[in-house]
């Protein structure tokens, strides 16, 4: 069964950072794409970020290209997320993603049959 245990997030000023990291178990093998989304109270979940494992090719929405780095290491099973220059936007409930499918991987309409992770809080103060 697998398993994404995210962690990493909490309160934080405007301009300060944040790291997510996203432990994976029960994968049955190496995932093809993996990511992050988010989700704000009274909006649709969209996605953050995402990588293509095997290229470390990566998607970044356009709200948070040069802000948000996303990594991943594959010795540790897990997938980071370096936030910096968190503004209030950003606030939301952060999920992580990972698709054993390349499709959709490096479009903004999401990842192909994903399992999830149960989320945590960001949440940024003006």
């Not at 969209?46 to 970044?60: A, D, G, P």
């Not at 952060?94 to 192909?112: E, V």
């Amino acid at each position: 069964q697998v398993q994404l245990v995210e962690s990493g997030g909490g309160s934080v000023q405007a301009g300060g950072s944040l790291r997510l990291s996203c432990a994976a178990s029960g994968l049955p093998d190496i995932p093809a794409c993996m990511g992050w989304f988010r989700q704000a109270p009274g909006k649709e979940r969209e996605k953050v970020t995402s990588i293509v494992i095997l290229t470390n090719t990566t998607y970044y929405a356009d709200s948070v290209k040069g802000r948000f780095t996303i990594s991943r290491d594959n010795a540790k099973n897990t997938l980071d997320l370096e936030m910096n220059s968190l503004q209030p936007e950003d606030s939301a409930m952060y999920y992580c993603a990972a698709s054993r499918y390349i499709g959709g991987c490096l479009l903004q309409r999401g990842m192909t049959d994903p399992s999830w992770g149960q989320g945590t809080q960001v949440t940024v103060s003006s």
